[in-house]
C-alpha cells in the first residue's frame, strides 16, 4: 500500500511561484509514474502534470504548461512540482497520485494511489 503526502502549498498572489511535494512511502515509487491532479471549487479534478517511472516521459495540460515543471527524485521517493505565475485560475486542492503502470497517462483512472490533497488559493 503506497502512501502519499503532500506539502508546500498555501495562500499565495498571482504572480508568485509555489512548489508542492509529494513524498512517498510503502511501495516502490521507482515503478510508478506519478501525476499531479487538481480540483477547483465547484469544478470536477482534472489533470495537471505527470512524470513517467524514470522520468524521461513528462505530460502537462495546457492550462499549466509553460509555468508548472513536474519533476521526481526516486532516491527519496518524492516528486515535485513547481509552479510558476500563478493565476488565480489556479486555485484548487492539488492531489499527488500513483500509477503503478509506470507509464505516463493523463487520465485519472488508471492512477491506484492518491494523496489527501492540498490547498492553493492565489488571489488577485
Known amino acids: 500500500q503506497v502512501q502519499l503526502v503532500e506539502s508546500g502549498a498555501g495562500p499565495v498572489q498571482a504572480g508568485d511561484s509555489l512548489r508542492l511535494s509529494c513524498a512517498a512511502s510503502?511501495?516502490?515509487?521507482?515503478?510508478?509514474?506519478m501525476g499531479w491532479f487538481r480540483q477547483a471549487p465547484g469544478k470536477e479534478r482534472e489533470f495537471a502534470a505527470t512524470?513517467?517511472?524514470?522520468?524521461?516521459?513528462?505530460y502537462y495540460a495546457d492550462s499549466v504548461k509553460g509555468r508548472f515543471t513536474i519533476s521526481r527524485d526516486n532516491a527519496k521517493s518524492m516528486v515535485f512540482l513547481q509552479m510558476n505565475s500563478l493565476q488565480p485560475e489556479d486555485t484548487a486542492v492539488y492531489y499527488c497520485a500513483a500509477n503503478p503502470s509506470g507509464v505516463a497517462l493523463t487520465s485519472g483512472r488508471v492512477y491506484k494511489y492518491w494523496g489527501q490533497g492540498t490547498q492553493v488559493t492565489v488571489s488577485s
Open positions: 512524470i513517467s517511472r524514470s522520468g524521461g516521459t513528462i
Open positions: 510503502g511501495g516502490a515509487f521507482s515503478t510508478y509514474a
